[in-house]
């Protein structure tokens, strides 16, 4: 079992930064996938970001690209999720996510664990 507890979040206005950062622990060793996974309000749940474990090879949606950054810290076990110049249609509620293989965008159906999500709100 892996565990994913996120921190962060909040309201923000327009053209703002936020960060968000997702602790890892239990069984996580032999993971090879990241991420997180938006849900906003009345659409699909979309990965918009992922980091192989290790954080050799990082991905973010064409939709946020230039302005969102996954990291990961192997040693602590933490990913982290930096977002700058906040637009209203990139709020919603944040999952970090974890999977047992490698990853990709935008698919939501390689993650079998699953954070409780943290809400992103941006406000004019």
């Known amino acids: 079992q892996v565990q994913l507890m996120e921190g962060g979040g909040g309201s923000v206005e327009i053209g703002g930064s936020l960060s968000v950062s997702c602790a890892a622990t239990g069984d996580t060793g032999g993971r090879k996938c990241m991420g997180w996974v938006r849900q906003a309000p009345g659409k699909e749940r979309e990965t918009v970001a992922i980091v192989y474990v290790g954080g050799w090879i990082t991905s973010v949606a064409d939709s946020v690209k230039g302005r969102f950054a996954i990291s990961q810290d192997s040693a602590e076990n933490t990913l982290y999720h930096n977002m700058n110049s906040l637009k209203p249609e990139t709020a919603g509620l944040y999952y970090c996510?974890?999977?047992?293989?490698?990853?990709?965008?935008?698919?939501?159906?390689?993650?079998?664990?699953w954070g409780q999500g943290i809400q992103v709100t941006v406000s004019s």
């Open positions: 996510v974890s999977g047992a293989d490698y990853c990709h965008l935008p698919g939501t159906y390689q993650f079998d664990y």
